[in-house]
């Protein structure tokens, strides 16, 4: 199974500020069948990112996406209010193993 | 618009066997995509279940799959999750999904709201 790691824990940051989080894999995700979700408390994750760069319908363009093979980052160029919560990456590499997320990294108001 | 809700009991005895369903309004499951079982534990991250396809395919998470059966009723337009043997460490938020169109194990444009399962006698 491809376990992936996301990087930093908690994230600090005021709204304004540019936020880069990382999410790692054990192994090559093929074709970056790598997925970006936000999610805020007591709802559904939301769909960000696919393809490792692709926006999710209706997702403003201060989110971004990059990376292939093992290293994966995604981008909040400026954060808004509404930004601060939990992100995870998700890969869908289709291997027999199934699916796996990462185990989030919190954005959080410094 | 494509919208999916969960039901079924918010508390299940340990050892017992917990049945979820999700009802699919807004697309008709037998036109095809995986869909699929997504569960939380409160405070913690994401765990995949499950897919399974109108046809009856089904693709389990190999640490569960001893203990799940999932099922479509394509009449009703809704699908099925059955986890046997429960414990405490099964206590989660379940989540239905539509898999992304293409994929077996793509990634989720539609989730349910999430139904708060909790295992405890």
């Known amino acids: 199974e491809i376990v992936l790691t996301q990087s930093p824990g908690t994230l600090s940051l005021s709204p304004g500020e540019r936020a880069t989080l990382s999410c790692r894999a054990s192994q090559s995700v093929g074709s970056s069948y790598l997925a970006w979700y936000l999610q805020k408390p007591g709802q559904a994750p939301r769909l960000l990112l696919y393809?490792?760069?692709n926006r999710a319908t209706g997702i403003p363009d201060r989110f971004s996406g990059s990376g292939s093979g093992t290293d994966f980052t995604l981008t909040i160029s400026s954060l808004e209010p509404e930004d601060f919560a939990v992100y995870y990456c998700q890969q869908y590499d289709n291997s027999p193993q199934g699916t796996t997320f990462g185990g989030g990294t919190k954005v959080e108001i410094k | 618009q494509v919208q999916l809700q969960e039901s079924g009991p918010g508390l299940v005895k340990p050892s017992e066997t917990l049945s979820l369903t999700c009802a699919v309004s807004g697309y008709s499951i037998s036109s095809g995509y995986f869909w699929g079982w997504i569960r939380q534990p409160p405070g913690k991250g994401l765990e995949w279940i499950g897919n399974?396809?109108?046809?009856?395919?089904?693709f389990y998470n190999a640490s569960l799959k001893s203990r799940l059966t999932m099922s479509v009723d394509t009449s009703k337009n809704q699908f099925s999750l059955k986890l046997s043997s429960v414990t405490a460490t099964d206590t989660a938020v379940y989540y239905c999904a539509r898999v992304a169109p293409g994929y077996t194990y793509g990634y989720v444009a539609y989730w349910g709201q999430g139904t708060l399962v909790t295992v405890s006698s």
């Open positions: 399974l396809h109108h046809s009856g395919n089904t």
């Open positions: 393809g490792a760069s």
